[in-house]
């Protein structure tokens, strides 16, 4: 779990990281179907790394929602004399599969915040209907409870002891 500050609103996600092992291959079929956000990582240092990125991308369109943001990362980027996949090569595939990209360096942290925080960005983008529709809705059961408190017919203890709801 990690809390990341987006626009001044907190907003807490939850990462899993499957490696990109095979062994994983059958339940990451499963978390596909809640994600709202997934990163495709290769290593910068394994064209082979590389070259399951499409594979896993086919298992993202197939078993993802519609709406599954998705950002394709190289990892390594500190490791840049053992490079064996170019960086235009993985900005032509994130743009034919419409991601952005990155490329981080985990071991001394770079891009990482950045990448992290342009999933979030890119996940309430995509999901900012049903986000302000719930506002809404929780501004307008916040009106209305005041409304009832202030009528005296909310259940408070102003309330008529006759009368149970107000319909």
Not at 9 to 28: C, L, M, N, P, S
Not at 95 to 109: K, L, R
Not at 148 to 160: H, L, N, P, S, Y
């Amino acid at each position: 779990m990690k809390t990341l500050m987006i626009d001044g609103v907190k907003v807490r996600i939850q990462i899993w990281d499957t490696a990109g092992q095979e062994r994983y291959q059958t339940i990451t079929k499963q978390y596909y179907r809640r994600a709202q956000g997934i990163f495709l990582v290769y290593d910068i240092t394994s064209e082979r790394s590389f070259q399951h990125i499409m594979k896993w991308a086919s298992d993202v369109d197939e078993y993802a929602p519609e709406k599954v943001q998705k950002i394709l990362v190289g990892n390594k980027s500190d490791d840049g004399d053992k490079r064996q996949v170019a960086t235009e090569q993985a900005h032509k595939l994130a743009e034919s599969y419409g991601m952005d990209f990155f490329e981080t360096s985990a071991y001394n942290n770079h891009n990482i915040t950045e990448c992290f925080t342009r999933l979030a960005e890119q996940v309430l983008a995509a999901n900012k209907k049903d986000l302000d529709l719930l506002r809404m809705s929780i501004t307008d059961e916040l009106d209305l409870a005041a409304l009832e408190d202030e009528e005296g017919i909310g259940g408070g203890a102003a309330a008529d002891p006759g009368r149970s709801c107000w319909c």
